[in-house]
């Protein structure tokens, strides 16, 4: 059982955050001609849709979206029980592209870990880049973030919970802890 | 949702909710076949086993395909060049793919019930890839998932059967998965080809094909397989091609939105013309490339990810 803690982030604050990072992503690439974003499945693909809106709506012409689903890259695949699949959808070449990662929480970096194996089997792209809403810390692995909507140092009991308009609730950020 | 069972030998076996979890997760695999690097790693490390002791063409390459796509390693033994033309049981051919420590074995075998013995004497996962006169599961599903991927549903979807519905497995395979699924069957054929008692599968039968079609959404021809004119089943061939083969002018009496449908390998001339089976609504090669699909998902759900906690 978790329980509510805190209220992290509301409707506002994730407008705010994710507003940043577009002006961040177009600031460090110098602009976004060579950017496309991927979401990493579930909680990165709506995400990685209103950060495209924004540069849109600074660059005038939109990035290229698409959705990654990582289910068969995961290092604990054969460990854990079954995981259904669900579709990836990538209708770009990303050859020589720049390619910003986006998820929702940052933890373990083993997600992070699994879509980069992923993106390799659809080509070669120039960079690869991280776009996270919440870095809660706790990395197992050797990986960090180019762009952080918030930092959030967690305890191991805690949890953080995402919900977004796009799956019917209101845009909010959640810290819950173990009872 | 998983699979209730290691094995997969019909879908007699199988409940609805596991056939629409079968199709909904083959999209996702579909899509894997269109990358440039057609692979996933979801299957590292696990060993598969194709044992046909029939001849098969795309079937075989069809599974043989979707398990490397998943990186399985794959081993392809056929009953002319294994120990079995030596006169092994299949109970000692089993047992020793076994002893090497097999994920999955495949089976073809022209005797029905075959997998089922393989399945009771082994730990590890059988799947029935045809056998006899019997079933063939994985036909049935790609044949499930390339009718739903054009009309975006099963329920309701009228499917007629036509040829030689007695030694068809694939009949009795589509005609058990589209019942499930609420779509309704009608097999047209000679009499002599449609066994008695059918009906109780939960069917109507027709031998008048040309009534049959203005209604259907699905025309599904069999292979007629030519070893059975020497059983004397139907006068002879060119009358069976006159009465229940789908040509220019049958096809012309479908909707222009339905489907021709056939299992390969196809008789150009005898059951389907050259001219039908290139029609823009044949769906013959979807049926082959959602194969490899089905397939996959089919192996990742039965040996992909951890045991069940």
């Known amino acids: 059982m978790f329980k509510e803690k805190a209220r992290i982030m509301d409707e506002a604050a ?51 979206v698409g959705a990654l689903d990582i289910t068969f890259y995961r290092d604990d695949l054969s460990t854990r029980p079954k995981v259904e699949a669900s579709l990836t959808d990538i209708q770009f070449d990303i050859n020589e592209k720049v390619v910003v990662l986006v998820d929702d929480v940052l933890y373990t970096g083993r997600s992070t870990r699994a879509a980069m194996d992923a993106i390799f089997d659809f080509g070669r792209p120039s960079k690869i880049q991280l776009a996270v809403l919440i870095d809660r810390g706790h990395r197992e692995l050797p990986i960090r973030a180019d762009y952080v909507g918030k930092n959030l140092p967690t305890s191991l009991k805690e949890n953080i919970e995402v919900s977004l308009i796009e799956d019917g609730d209101n845009d909010s950020v959640i810290l819950r802890e173990e009872v | 949702m998983e699979l209730k069972s290691k094995d997969l030998l019909g879908i007699k076996e199988l409940s609805k909710e596991e056939i629409a979890l079968i199709l909904d997760q083959t999209k996702s695999f579909k899509e894997i076949s269109t990358r440039t690097i057609k692979k996933v790693p979801a299957l590292r490390g696990r060993t598969i086993i194709n044992l046909f002791l029939e001849p098969s063409t795309r079937t075989r390459t069809s599974f043989e395909l979707a398990a490397k796509r998943l990186s399985a390693d794959v081993v392809n033994i056929s009953g002319t060049t294994s120990a079995v033309a030596k006169g092994e049981s299949l109970k000692d051919t089993a047992k020793t793919l076994e002893a090497m420590n097999a994920d999955l074995v495949i089976i073809r075998h022209s005797a029905s019930g075959a997998p089922h013995f393989l399945a009771k004497l082994l730990r590890c996962g059988v ?19 390339t009718i739903n991927e054009k009309f975006n549903r099963l329920e309701g979807v009228k499917v007629a059967i036509i040829g030689d519905i007695a030694h ?5 395979s589509n005609i058990l998965a589209l019942n499930k699924m609420g779509a309704s069957v009608i097999l047209v054929g000679p009499p002599t080809l449609i066994p008695p008692e059918i009906e109780e599968m939960g069917c109507e039968i027709s031998y008048d094909l040309d009534s049959v079609l203005p209604e259907a959404d699905v025309v599904y021809a069999l292979r007629i397989q030519l070893e059975r004119q020497k059983e004397s089943l139907f006068p002879s061939l060119r009358e069976y091609t006159t009465l229940f083969g789908m040509n220019k ?42 194969g490899v699909a089905v397939r996959m998902a089919l192996l990742y759900l039965l ?3 951890g045991e069940v906690v």
Request: aromatic share 0%; proline share 5%.
């Open chain 1, 14 to 64: 994730i407008k705010r955050a994710l507003s940043r990072i577009a002006h961040e992503i177009i600031e460090h690439n110098k602009g976004a001609r060579d950017v496309v974003l991927i979401g990493i499945k579930q909680g990165g693909v709506h995400l990685a849709m209103r950060i495209a809106q924004v540069i849109e709506s600074i660059e005038g012409t939109p990035p290229s």
């Open chain 2, 127 to 145: 799947v029935n890839a045809g056998d006899g006169t019997h079933e063939h599961p994985t036909q049935a599903l790609l044949d499930l998932f």
């Open chain 2, 168 to 172: 068809s497995r694939v009949a009795r």
């Open chain 2, 249 to 290: 002018r049958r096809a012309e009496l479908l909707r222009k939105d339905s489907l021709i449908m056939h299992p390969g390998p196809m008789n150009r001339g005898i059951e389907i013309t050259a001219e039908v089976a290139d029609l823009p609504q044949s769906v013959v090669t979807n049926q082959v490339e959602n």
């Open chain 2, 303 to 305: 040996i992909g990810g």
